[in-house]
């Protein structure tokens, strides 16, 4: 494998201590007989307390950055033994990362993989294999460990084991009795589904805000007073009338849970998820939700058809329980042309996240459609408060309209970004946005109307302030188009690497041009000029007479980004970046081959470096002793510490005040 490292360690782990090795994952390994040429391997990991292992499963379609999957490697299989299907590995745990928008799988405390093989050659005592795998706390640690499996005696009866110890540490053997590997078809996994509860409480509310929306469209708000009418005149008294109410805002909530049960159930929670992620579902929901757009835009109606609701309705006539539990239902069915399009989009995004986040969606959004129909029917003067109906409801309607659009291009930046198609780069995605929110302040001003809207006599000033919100958000994004980060809508547009000019439109978004650069260097974030190859950044420095910051990085770091983002975007951070140090950055997940020449085997970890990303990583564990990033080192001419190494340091005065104390060192 083409070793990948994702190193992120905060800064109190090493703040006040010297950098050292980080071991957390403690493997062993055994070997069950099956037959006499038929073995099963096993390899268990203990892992210490709030570290996480990957599984090989993890997805990658969250581009560079994405959490990395353990890979196993059999060697000397071909005339010694077969392998029967593929590693199966014991149940994992899922996790949504918001800042790759990706979900990741992962162990926690031990991990147990097994291989079933077929021996070929009857004089095989051995066998060797290896996995690269990434375990991540406030760090994430590339590691690799090689299995040496030695077959039981062949003459051996039943199914004896015989437990190999692959490190200084005694393989437990309660552990190893009770490590269980469900049995499965060849590549299955089994997967636990356990959506963070900070996740579903997310989602729950921006149901709700989504079912309030909904409140406020055309088809739903009308009938609040009508409903509340009905409950009002038909009860025969106000305590009946209030409980028929409460039952009939309960209706609502079971029947959009229902649906998202059925969500659920019919596809699977993983199976959503995994189609969530996939490129052509991607493009499906993108073709989905312009389609919702457009509805709401006023292009068309998406309805049911009449039939359902006139059944309905027939059956609400009878009255009693059942009659309201129809009225609901109607609800459902005459408001889908409103509703519709947000309880799809909600289902979507929902279903992405897997597990029961379509339900906990459809709770969030039914009880905020259901509330008002239960309190205004306990409290029916609060009706006298309520706002008539009027062309604002279409407003609202509209508006939904373009947030619809814009949420649907998000869909189609994944499809893109995934299949590596660069149709969809960051400034197109930008201009596409900017247009959208353009166009939709210039419909709140009234510049603009749709086909289904009033006359504009005048804007209220509700409406003006929307204007002004939405037409702000706008300009904010006007400079994202020139290398602007955009740090509060980060999450959504591709990163500054996939886009047309990662530098900006004119080829240096921070005032940097590429002309005259220093041999070997390279523009980077925020224009600084940055050196990828130590010995080019090395000779640099020695001319210029500065000082020389190490910057231990990855293309898959997460807080690398974080850093270069928040941290290094601070004005007198960049400042000192950009004129009192030489920056190297040295790549540790770099997958390019060094030349034939230029490949040893490491003297400390007696590997063999083949990559630059290997070289990177040997020099920071040779050199500095550790092998977690980000991790920055300023230095002398002579190579020699200017102060203690830092890792990831949110603070910016923190970090400021680490690189002046460096600085201030340097003769």
Known sequence: MKKIVLFLLSFMAFANTYAQMVNPVKWSSRVAKISDTEYTLVMEGKIDNGWHLYSQYTPQDGGVGAPLPAEFNFTEAKGNYELIGKVIESPYKKQYNDVFEVNEYFFEKKVTFTQKIKVINPNLTTIKATIDYQVCKEACINGDFAFRFTLPNTATAAVPETTVKTDSVPADSSEVAKATVVPQADGAVSKTNKEPEKGLWTIFFLAFLGGFAALLTPCVFPMIPMTV???????????????NAIFYGISIIAIYVLLGSLVTGIFGAEALNELSTDVWFNLFFFILLVIFAASFLGAFEIMLPNSWANKVDRQADKGGVVGILFMALALAIVSFSCTGPIVGTL??????????????GMLGFSSALALPFMLFAMFPGWMHSLPKSGGWLNTVKVSLGFLELALAFKFLSNADLVLQLHLLEREVFLAIWIAIFGVWGLYLLGKITTPHDSPVTHISVGRLSLALLVLAFTVYMIPGLFGAPLKLISAF???QTYSESPTGFFGASAGTSKEGLPDGAKIGEHGIITFTDYAKGFAYAKQVNKPIMLDFTGFACVNCRKMEINVWSDEKVLSVLKNEVVLISLYVDDKRKL???EQYVSKTTGKK???IGNKW?????????????????????????LNEPIGYTPDIAEYLAWLKEGISKFK
Not at 229 to 243: L, N, V
Not at 348 to 360: N, R, W, Y
Not at 632 to 637: F, G, K, P, R, S
Request: positive net charge; without cysteine.
């Open 595 to 597: 030349p034939a020449n």
């Open 609 to 611: 470096v083949v990559t």
């Open 617 to 641: 990583t040997d020099f920071i564990i040779t050199r500095y002793k550790t092998n977690t990033q980000p991790y920055y080192v300023l230095t002398d001419l002579q190579e020699q510490k």
């Open 493 to 495: 547009p591709p990163p």
């Open 229 to 243: 009418s009905f409950f009002t005149k038909q009860s025969k008294t106000p305590a009946q009338g209030k409980r």
């Open 347 to 360: 289902l979507v995004e929902s279903a992405s996240k897997g597990g029961i986040a379509p339900i906990v």
